[in-house]
């Protein structure tokens, strides 16, 4: 008879396994007279060892007592449901109000920088030395402080991340390619020093706010607080605030934009390369309100990217990263017709707006070349006068002039702004130029439009503004001289203030939104302003990434909305509902939650936001409300109102609102009416607890370390049953928020999974954080429900942590109590899984934690065809590929089952029993056959990449979701002064006269 080897492990784990093999003994004696294992000693295994656990968690957490105590108040209570329209409502009034208030301090900068530069008269040979933000206490080799740095009072400050920073003074960054002296930028870091006041005031007056900072048309970048910036390994600081969506959204109107590269022969080395940067940093200035294409020329026309041919994309961060991937495959030969590449350009623009499509708002061409050998007036003529509502840009490539005339004609004939770009370093400064001239019409208008983006992370800003996802408000900021206002038209800056998503979500009453619930707001766009499926990656470690958070479509996440229903009512500003089937990936998208959420949704006044909240039906959708008196007091609870309150935790917050006869902050008096009643509930606990631990008899082996408890108010309460330095895991007491009052998360998930169990059962599984040998353990929790009138509420949960090998250990002690006398086969493998399939025991300690179908393939196949367990994997969209994540749950209508697998002629037999009142399975497998030819069951992502499949990924970037237009557009404006359009000056004579006579005839017509 064949032997079984004794698996490689610990040696503290050798006696554990030899009890397991003695029950393999038993089983197998049975199977080799049955020719199948026997299903009742199989289930009377499972029965002693659910008997068991559930004994000790139900002991050591309490949870029948915490029943009892709340099933006490019963009388006292009444389950409240939730009005999810109503509680939208309030959501979007408090987004709004807060908004409002960011919006006012944004326009009190832009009215002290306009009034400032009112009075500021240019000098160029103005000298001042200004805190210069990377210079800032930096010394010479003689110690003393070096031009323009000085010493720069920093403090570390929580409120701003734990950065060093000074809440008196601002700095100012210049980059890294700009003279930090040069006369523009010393003469507006002067006039723009009087806006030091205005940070101050503004953070006097809301606390709350966080960075605020005004980015000059000239490139400099004045920030408050003072912070100071480091340049890269390079030395380099190439942050310019003038390509942030911020200051581009507030500095012009919405556009559609066609690009056309010169790929002729004349365009080989250098000034290719320089036309590629050009078009790089063009894109860069290209935002989420605007649309694009780029199309490269010779004798004939050629798409950039062949399957967008004749149409514009959103210029999306994904759309944009796609383009510049084909800029490396462009290379020069041939000759240049332009006159082509124009009509094309024109013939897409104006299609494109005539069918309402795209931004509707302004036109521009971008010409890169290096040079015209004559005007096309004739193209010009047939499609843009005498309107000129298409700007013109040439950007002429090389030292060379030859061809210059032209293209400045073309400028200036078309209402745009001709640059000549010689060198790499020239790209960035001549790109921006061309923003100048399209926020024309909004200075002549003077409309301070406010803006606001997405959310996002500026990683070029992240040691200088930290790492957390913000929106931003901005406005623009103009001259107010009376010589510039309708001539020259110039764009001062743009200020911003930024608004932490965490700002947010203070905002909405999370007690009420239930377990699963949750609030979420997207832009005009269907972009996540907040969402707690908000991510920065798809999968741990994966190379591709939303990069900085940004343009993360509400698609993407509310995956299930399959016809955008949500998403497009929410785009348009509706207010309704909606529902749906849903599924929640959780613990690294290894485990799967199955719900039906109710969405509630509407717009934030004054802003171009939609806010929703979701509740799960059933429990989800219901409120405890218990009688504990309170004196009445003010609604909302915020520190943040005053600087001396700061630093209060929300416990010391609580306990001075509720002592002080007037409380100098607001809180939300039902919260913490709720808080109060659950700590009276649960207070009986603590006497519990600290009687077992006591107790020497009780917990000889320390196998129970925490007993735990949260509430649906967001209370917790924990007791150690051993010293903290002999916990094998330490996670649940160092997870964020320990004073449990309020927790960003809202539910830990043993609190989540708990209460979509069974009443009265626990659930069972080992954290994957800490699933390393020596660190591992189990966690068991329970939920806590209350009924009223067959309407159930989960209103709290409860549950233990307890050492891996004591679990173990007390599953081959139930072995112990079946065990047969005798033997004829002890080739048998067992298994104890989890309702997501993962392993709890095994015979080989090293599978701990691992997936059952990545060891038991075969088996596993089984039980999917069976029915015993379903797929349940959930997909992520991203261009070029969607990524599916496998996920597996039990079904919970099938206790037990045996079944059998062909393996090469090789019959195999298995059997799963559910361990009672758990979420665990047995599964007993015969291992005489080799199914190793059946392939593993795993959980890696599946990549679905439509790049393989040409038809289907050019679909999916021609296809455009429903997004809402700015309320503001100004694409153009009748006293706009054309004439200011680059190096006019230096057009010969013959080609001033031909743009003169143009111009009589233009105003003639």
Request: aromatic letters at 10%; one cysteine or more.
């Amino acid at each position: 008879e064949k032997m079984m080897r004794l698996p490689r492990m610990p040696p503290s784990h050798v006696h554990h396994a030899l009890s397991w093999i003695t029950l393999c003994f038993a089983i197998a004696a049975v199977t080799g007279s049955q020719h199948g294992i026997p299903l009742g000693v199989v289930k009377l295994w499972a029965s002693a060892f659910g008997g068991e656990i559930k004994s000790i968690t139900t002991k050591y957490s309490g949870s029948q007592l915490l029943q009892k105590k709340y099933k006490e108040y019963e009388k006292s209570v009444r389950l409240e449901e939730i009005d999810g329209a109503r509680l939208v409502k309030n959501v979007a009034e408090n987004m709004a109000e807060m908004f409002q208030k960011k919006a006012e301090a944004a326009r009190r900068i832009v009215e002290a920088a306009e009034e400032a530069h009112l009075q500021h008269e240019e000098n160029p040979d103005l000298q001042y030395e200004y805190f210069n933000a990377v210079l800032i206490n930096e010394v010479d080799v003689n110690g003393h402080s070096v031009e323009l740095g000085g010493e720069f009072v920093l403090e570390p400050n929580d409120h701003f991340s734990n950065l060093s920073v000074n809440l008196s003074l601002s700095v100012v960054q210049v980059p890294t390619n700009m003279y930090n002296k040069d006369p523009d930028i010393v003469n507006g870091v002067y006039w723009s020093e009087a806006l030091n006041k205005i940070f101050v005031d503004n953070f006097e007056k809301d606390p709350s706010l966080i960075w605020q900072y005004f980015g000059s048309a000239k490139g400099f970048f004045r920030q408050y607080p003072g912070v100071k910036w480091h340049p890269d390994e390079h030395g380099v600081i190439s942050f310019d605030c003038r390509n942030r969506k911020w200051y581009i959204q507030a500095a012009t109107s919405p556009k559609d934009v066609v690009i056309l590269v010169d790929v002729s022969g004349s365009m080989k080395g250098l000034r290719l390369t320089i036309a590629r940067q050009t078009v790089s940093s063009i894109l860069d200035t290209l935002g989420d309100d605007d649309f694009f294409n780029i199309i490269a020329y010779n004798q004939e026309v050629h798409y950039v990217e062949p399957c967008l041919n004749g149409t514009l994309v959103q210029a999306d961060r994904t759309n944009k990263d796609h383009f510049r991937e084909h800029l490396d495959k462009l290379f020069a030969k041939g000759i240049g017709l332009l006159g082509e590449a124009l009509t094309e350009a024109f013939t897409i623009l104006n299609e494109f707006n005539q069918a309402g499509r795209g931004s509707v708002c302004s036109r521009a061409i971008m010409l890169v070349t290096d040079g015209a050998t004559e005007m096309y007036d004739d193209v010009f003529a047939k499609f843009n006068w005498p309107e000129r509502k298409v700007r013109i840009f040439p950007y002429l490539i090389g030292r060379e002039s030859a061809f210059a005339d032209n293209l400045k004609w073309m400028a200036c004939a078309n209402k745009g702004y001709f640059s000549q770009i010689s060198t790499l370093a020239d790209v960035q400064e001549n790109v921006m130029r061309y923003l100048h001239v399209m926020s024309r019409p909004k200075v002549i208008d003077h409309e301070h439009d406010t803006v606001w983006t997405e959310a996002y992370v500026d990683s070029a800003l992240g040691a200088h503004r930290g790492p957390n996802p913000m929106t931003t408000v901005a406005m623009p900021v103009f001259s107010t001289k009376n010589e510039t206002v309708r001539s020259v038209c110039i764009l001062l800056g743009v200020v911003g203030i930024d608004i932490p998503i965490q700002e947010l979500m203070k905002t909405v009453p999370k007690h009420k939104l239930g377990i699963h619930g949750y609030a979420f707001a997207i832009t005009n766009n269907g972009y996540i302003l907040m969402h707690p499926d908000l991510r920065p990656l798809y999968q741990e470690g994966q190379k591709r990434r939303k990069a900085h958070y940004s343009s993360v479509d509400l698609s993407e996440v509310e995956v299930e909305d399959t016809d955008d229903f949500l998403r497009t009512a929410m785009v348009n500003r509706k207010t309704g509902t909606f529902s749906m089937e849903v599924k929640r990936t959780v613990e690294k998208r290894k485990r799967v939650l199955s719900m039906h959420n109710d969405y509630y949704f509407t717009d934030i006044k004054g802003t171009p936001f939609s806010v929703g909240v979701t509740l799960s039906r059933g429990h989800g959708k219901y409120f405890l409300k218990g009688n504990v008196s309170l004196e009445a007091g003010e609604t909302y609870c915020n520190t943040d109102d005053h600087h001396e309150h700061q630093y209060l935790t929300q416990v010391k917050a609580i306990k001075q609102y509720l002592t002080s006869r007037k409380p100098q902050f607001k809180c939300d008096r039902e919260l913490i009416q709720q808080v109060l009643f659950d700590a009276v509930v649960s207070a009986p606990l603590k006497a519990y607890w600290t009687g077992l631990a006591l107790n020497k008899s009780e917990n000889p082996e320390k196998g129970v370390e925490i007993a735990f408890l949260g509430t649906r108010t967001g209370l917790s309460r924990t007791n150690l049953f051993v010293v903290p330095e002999q916990l094998t895991n330490q996670d649940l007491l160092t997870a964020e928020d320990k004073e449990g009052v309020f927790n960003a998360d809202h539910f830990p998930l043993w609190y989540k999974r708990a209460a979509e169990q069974v009443p009265g059962t626990f659930i069972y599984s080992i954290p994957f954080s800490s699933a390393q040998e020596n660190k591992s353990v189990v966690l068991a929790s329970t939920a806590i429900q209350l009924l009223e009138d067959r309407r159930s509420s989960v209103v709290a949960a409860i549950g233990i942590q307890m050492k891996l090998d004591f679990f173990q250990r007390k599953f081959w002690t139930a072995s112990r109590q079946v065990k047969k006398t005798t033997s004829k086969s002890f080739d048998i493998k067992c298994y104890l899984i989890d309702n997501n399939g993962f392993i709890l025991v095994s015979e080989a300690y090293s599978q701990t934690g691992l997936f059952f179908g990545e060891v038991e393939g075969a088996v596993m196949n089984k039980l999917l065809l069976m029915g015993s367990f379903k797929r349940a994997q959930r997909r992520t969209t991203m261009v070029p590929c969607d990524t599916e994540y496998p996920a597996f749950v039990s079904e919970r209508t099938i206790k037990e089952t045996a079944g059998s697998i062909d393996c090469d002629g090789c019959m195999r037999t298995f059997v799963i029993q559910q361990i009672p009142s758990s979420n665990l399975f047995m599964v007993v497998v015969e291992n005489k056959c080799d199914c190793s030819s059946t392939l593993p069951v795993t959980m890696e992502p599946i990549e679905i990449i439509y790049i393989l499949k040409k038809k289907s990924f050019c679909d999916r970037l021609k296809f455009q979701k429903d997004r809402k237009r700015p309320d503001s557009c100004h694409p153009f404006h009748p006293e706009e002064n054309a004439i200011e359009c680059g190096s006019a000056g230096t057009l010969s004579p013959m080609l001033g006269a031909a743009l003169l006579s143009l111009m009589i005839f233009l105003i003639s017509r």
